[in-house]
């Protein structure tokens, strides 16, 4: 790898931090918005805002960051999103009205939209290629745990203190990431932006706040029996076919074309999209898999669910081995480890054990773990230093895309798979099968009381509901065994070890 130096040491820090302080600052709200929905004296529709308008925002923002780079340079860029990013926290802890938290939110959202892809471009600038595998898997352990230390964080504030306090520990953490960024990079692109391509940002703004609200609130909506679904899906696919059609047209559009001229880039966007998938899922249907249905506590949730850090961090250990000695190989055994743990969760009946969770948590974790390093250092092999941070911003915005895409898609399945065993269960338990039932039924009493009945139909909806949790985690395996075979579209040299340029 090459011996690093103290200023690399610290540009590796200072992107760590960031990056940290963005993954946990976004996801601790999470755990707080029960206590949000009461304070503000908000509905449970408008409560979930909260997180929607934050997420519009980064999403609508992230194409910005190339443009920004080259306006700013490297260190004014990164130091105003994360003196921004923290200022709108520590506001938000102040805010007494459901309007001033989705105003901050917004602003929280906007300036922390260049902190992700602002930190993979400056490492992979500031880095030699070979040392690419060790530096992207450093960088993963904050992007990682980010997301996973967040809702940890957030439920020991709020419970020890208030949910105030979860904005306003941001802070200090925020004020040492603004030291360490000024410290360790400089203005670098600085006064190389081309003009300000107005139109194209306007036609892939509402083209992204039109998929992501789609995506966000169709479940909620009943998909495409509401008219706002329906206007935001006009929204996203008109003004997604007329950014197309102005990228290939425009002298300088805000995405240079010559980036999907790069195959290795075109393959590892679509992946970025698979990974964007596959990392926060599980994060979604544990929670409320074992609260409503098993009655876990919300801490003991939080740990489980946070085991998933646990793979990562194990991964870390020989993914920049396994990527230099074959990077296609290393992904497509990270895809086939999430789709084991996809299967195996899959498998999870309603006696399920705080240990099912935890260990498949884990091997998810750590196949996850083994896949990002390996994608990006292939996607960006090939890519010019010049197009690095236009890049990262599109990377991170497919990212996000997937996120959103597939989570609402998991949700549908479980509400439609639910429904169906609801139905399906409620036919067999009929006057004409209730001798079948007699020899476990009677223990809790009359067979026709109202009491034994209510059981019933409780235990009934409970495994329905259970059944719907296992339809989508076999989503969970379908996706990676899927995508697998493009690993394989990826070119590398191996007579040099190192990727055609």
């Not at 098993?294 to 250990?317: D, H, K, Q, T, W």
Request: charged share 10%.
């Amino acid at each position: 790898m090459g011996s690093l130096s103290a200023r690399q040491w610290l540009i590796l820090l200072s992107v760590q931090f960031t990056t940290i302080l963005f993954g946990l600052t976004a996801t601790s709200v999470t755990v707080i918005l029960p206590q949000l929905k009461g304070a503000l004296s908000a509905t449970q529709d408008q409560i979930s805002w909260v997180l929607t308008f934050n997420l519009v925002a980064t999403a609508i923002a992230t194409p910005l960051t190339g443009w920004l780079a080259a306006r700013l340079g490297w260190r004014t860029l990164m130091v105003c999103s994360v003196v921004g990013f923290t200022g709108a926290s520590m506001l938000c802890g102040l805010v007494d009205s459901l309007e001033t938290m989705l105003a901050l939110r917004v602003m929280q959202g906007a300036f922390g939209a260049p902190i992700f892809p602002m930190g993979q471009t400056i490492l992979l600038a500031s880095f030699h290629r070979h040392q690419h595998p060790f530096i992207i898997m450093m960088w993963g352990v904050g992007g990682v745990m980010g997301p996973i230390l967040g809702p940890t964080f957030g439920g020991l504030v709020s419970e020890l203190l208030s949910w105030r306090w979860t904005f306003f520990l941001i802070l200090p953490l925020g004020a040492i990431a603004a030291l360490t960024v000024v410290l360790a990079l400089t203005d670098r692109e600085k006064g190389t932006a081309q003009r300000f391509d107005l139109v194209g940002f306007v036609f892939i703004g509402l083209a992204i706040a039109g998929a992501q609200l789609m995506f966000d609130r169709g479940q909620r909506n009943d998909w495409f029996q509401s008219p706002e679904i329906i206007a935001e899906c006009i929204v996203a696919v008109v003004f997604s076919i007329m950014f197309a059609i102005h990228m290939a047209t425009a002298p300088a559009p805000i995405f240079q074309p010559a980036l999907f001229r790069d195959r290795n880039f075109v393959v590892g966007t679509a992946l970025v999209l698979v990974m964007g998938m596959l990392q926060y899922t599980p994060m979604v249907l544990f929670p409320p898999l074992l609260q409503d249905l098993m009655g876990y506590p919300e801490a003991m949730i939080g740990y489980l669910v946070a085991a998933r850090g646990l793979g990562n961090l194990a991964s870390f250990c020989v993914v920049a081995q396994l990527t230099r000695f074959n990077p296609r190989l290393c992904l497509c055994l990270g895809l086939g480890i999430q789709a084991v743990a996809g299967l195996w969760m899959g498998s999870f009946g309603i006696t399920l054990t705080s240990q099912d969770v935890m260990w498949s948590n884990i091997l998810h974790g750590f196949g996850f773990g083994l896949c990002y390093t390996p994608m990006a250092v292939l996607s960006f092999s090939t890519l010019p230093i010049p197009l690095m941070t236009q890049g990262n911003a599109l990377f991170s915005l497919i990212r996000m895309l997937g996120s959103s895409i597939f989570v609402s898609l998991t949700l549908v399945v479980f509400a439609h798979s639910t429904a169906e065993a609801s139905v399906n269960l409620a036919s067999s338990v009929t006057l004409f099968t209730r001798d079948l039932l007699g020899p476990w039924i009677t223990i809790f009493g009359d067979p026709g009381g109202r009491d034994v009945l209510a059981r019933l139909a409780s235990e009934m909806q409970r495994q329905a509901s259970m059944i719907g949790f296992i339809n989508a985690f076999h989503l969970l395996t379908l996706v990676p065994l899927v995508t697998a075979p493009l690993a394989l579209l990826f070119v590398v040299n191996r007579a040099s070890g190192r990727e055609r340029p």
